[in-house]
């Protein structure tokens, strides 16, 4: 978006209050919806539940084709349609509803940075993982991703978004790498939010978007069942993650009757 | 690429006091391998990571540095991964005016012929297939792609001033592996004559950034020991020669040699990689401050090509050649 067309956006925004029939999309939760889907889906129904933002989640066989942006998960409010979770938080923010504004100057750029390595790391991760390891492709992603058609359309989809993650993975230079070195990598980023969580109950004094997005990442991980269970414990083998995860499910998804346990 | 080669060469030079280590091109077999390249004692040269090279040799800049401290780092270098280098690459290699002044005119007065003709270009077509802006559909030029890359690269860079503050460097007092990332990816911005630089406008606009990037040049790369002025531009200034008439002159006039010097300088640290063949070096390698050469401003002092040897005329005002070296 062009910075005038931004700026005309953000003053939208701010016109009005955040509805009651705001809605969030995402694909089917039983059939369709992929880890990485899932993951970045569950980050943002965090974060707007930690900004007290009502959101009702619903489930569309097309909402990939539906996100502006062509990814998940996207919210529609008013009569704007928002995608990922780096917009949608600009959108809160415009609108006046912000978690980072207790930060300094310092603090947010640490923010920042660390928000990117997840993204950089983990969803870079989750995706080779369900698009690029051949076992995991054939036995679930395909499987998944094709459901709500019928063939060929389903094989063809499904192999023509496994092109296009590849040529993904070659364009960061994950390409040449093999699913041991990955999930390398995604012990070392499990570490370094770790190392910087401490024994802190959140990243920061006050929890904010990368409370979310980590959780969201992490606890997708942690519930979801692929061909072996390497992922999971390279995950599970750091304890203050593990309790991170409890500690936001605990306040934000079971305290509310309304929302019940967070769909994976 | 240059981003990469200009931080091994800060943790080179921070490390190494090894007079061998230098920065040899392999010639045509530069473009295949990965980069960068450098070789030690002669008879030992890394390719590829370097910083895990210097780990196994027991040398390591994150020694100093907390778990959290470790942690800032990954995703710091994650999030220039993220923003700045996809912008970097529009800069040097995507941008046309760029391109085709400085990038591509850098390669190929430095490449042997016939290389020089299509090496360039073979450069970028690798780049454009395997970076991130390749991938986006269609119209990768049109302008709200442009506009968000800037914007992304502006936040990168404004994010980085505010971790950086008022400190020396990243972590206190000593550097790090951080330090090295983040000066391998500022300094070509800063230091090169670019006809296009918005970017690099707003990084001068950045002063703590500035200064830390010159801060290290002092520290690291030190010509004489002499503060570094930015030799490029004034010789740049004061040089205005049409480039040479033909590429395989034997001897060099001062000015052409100067204005190849201002263009070596000006031109983006990581060719360093890409000389000719030992065979055309006429001259031993530099000591260790010429070991990270991949992002002097002030020329390499080893432009080698095998075309004899460069005469070059000192500048009044400015550090001149080092005529015993070249």
Redesign the interface.
Known sequence: MSLAAEAFVSQMAAAEPWPENATLYQPLKEDQILLSDSASSLAVQTYLRMCGLPVQVVCRPNAEYMSPSGKIPFIHVGNQVVSELGPIVQFSKAKGHSLSDGLDDVQRAEMKAYMELVNNMLLTAELFIQWCDEATVSQITRHRYGTPYSWPLNLILAYQKQWEVRRKMNAVGWGGKTVDQVYEDVSQCCQALSQRLGTQPYFFKIPTELDALVFGHLFTILTTQLTNTELLERVRSYSNLLSFCRRIEQTYFESQKAGGAPSP | LGAQTAAAGVLAAAFTSSPELTLPALGASAHTCPLPQARVRSDVSITGNMPQFFFFQKFNADYDLS??E???S???I??M???LKPALIYTFWIEPKNYVDVTRRWFAEHLPFPLNFFLPGRMLADLL????T??KPASPLC??FL??LY?DAT?CLN??S??L?SQKFFFGDSPSSLDAYVFGHLAPILRCKLPNGKLQQHLKSLDNLANFCSNILLLYFPRDGRALLPVCLLRRLQSDVAPPAGRWRLRQRPQQAAKAAALRCGGPGRHAELRPPHRHRVHPARPAGGAGGAARPGGHGVPRRGRGRLRTQAVPGLEPFRTDRV
């Open positions: 778990a959290k470790g942690a800032d990954l995703a710091f994650s999030l991964d993220e923003k297939s395997g970076s991130p390749g991938t302008l709200s506009l968000q914007r936040e994010l980085l505010q971790r503050g």
